[in-house]
């Protein structure tokens, strides 16, 4: 379930499903990642499945849909359902699938054999509490990948944790969150078996006014050396039932390797009445500009 010198430089490039590295969600990836402890939505269920839990009060069901414009051609698009029953806790149901495009096939002689078009695919259950004011909840994936001929199965558990108000800084309040993401066997595809992509992530939301507030989270992945993602949201109302948001973060994790403007995120969102719509910036240096867009539906 690990790979060698794990949690490490080291052991890049020797996990499976990688796909499962970058979540769904333009409004975390405009937060550099940084959304273990704000998970708030549907989507919590590709960060933090805690995070449902934070539909419960409010009564409401949630629906969001995303696309992610990738590099090389690339795509991915992901949908999310969540809802309440009654005060027992939320249930959400998210898919993800993932292209990597059309790749140039070849022989053992370096003969061109026509082009396959590689993908991988993820379905997600999860439940959702509260204990008193925390917020707990788990959930299950199972885990599908296809290159050309060859194809592999796995599945994966993911747990989370959301404690508000741990502290006070000044006026405001200080939220925790912690989450567990991709714990499960090896893939196989072929004959290679690769661990899973698991990692640990918590942090810190420091509410400075109910319109500001930063963030400040810690990552372990299992193939990758520990990093940190820092963001910043402020939320802008626009009339009564309307409300905008701007976004920035910084994720030192994706710094190495990389020639030219990369690891700054940033992005907006606009809610009004039950819709919203968000939308994120991600460079990565020499390599390109991905971008992200999510819609999402409260019920």
């Keep these: 379930m690990f790979p060698s010198s794990p949690f490490s430089n080291s052991a890049a490039g020797t996990t499976s499903a990688a796909f499962l590295k970058a979540p769904a969600g333009a409004r975390p990836e405009a937060l550099a990642g940084a959304f273990t402890a704000v998970a708030d939505n549907s989507e919590a269920i590709f960060w933090n499945p805690a995070g449902l839990a934070r539909l419960q009060a409010a009564g409401t069901s949630d629906v969001a849909l995303n696309y992610n414009m990738l590099l090389a051609g690339a795509n991915a698009t992901a949908i999310s359902y969540a809802k309440p ?15 990597a495009g059309s790749i140039q096939g070849y022989d053992a002689l370096q003969n061109q054999t026509g082009t396959f078009a590689p993908y991988d695919l993820a379905v997600t259950g999860a439940f959702a509490t509260k204990f008193q004011s925390v917020g707990v909840g788990a959930g299950l994936k199972l885990i599908r990948s296809v290159i050309d001929s060859a194809s592999g199965m796995s599945a994966a558990v993911d747990a989370g944790v959301q404690i508000p108000r741990v502290a006070d800084i000044g006026d405001g309040p200080v ?3 912690a989450s567990l993401l991709n ?5 196989k595809i072929g004959g290679e078996s690769d661990p899973l992509p698991m990692r640990f992530a918590g942090g810190f939301a420091w509410h400075l006014t109910p319109e ?3 963030i400040l989270e810690g990552h372990m992945p299992v193939d990758q050396n520990p990093y940190a993602a820092l963001a910043g949201e402020v939320f802008l109302r626009i009339t009564d039932k309307a409300r905008g948001a701007l976004r920035l973060g910084y994720n ?12 700054l995120t940033a992005g907006f969102g606009l809610d009004v ?3 919203r719509i968000d939308y994120a910036w991600v460079p990565f240096g020499d390599l390109g500009t991905t971008n992200r867009i999510s819609l999402g539906f409260k019920f």
């Design 212 to 214: 500001v507030q930063t």
């Design 183 to 187: 714990l499960g066997p090896p893939m």
């Design 175 to 177: 939220d925790f969150g």
């Design 273 to 275: 009445h039950s819709f």
């Design 85 to 99: 029953i009654r005060e027992r806790g939320v249930l959400g149901v998210g898919l993800t699938y993932f292209s």
């Design 252 to 263: 030192t994790g994706r710094l190495e390797g990389i020639e030219g403007l990369t690891g």
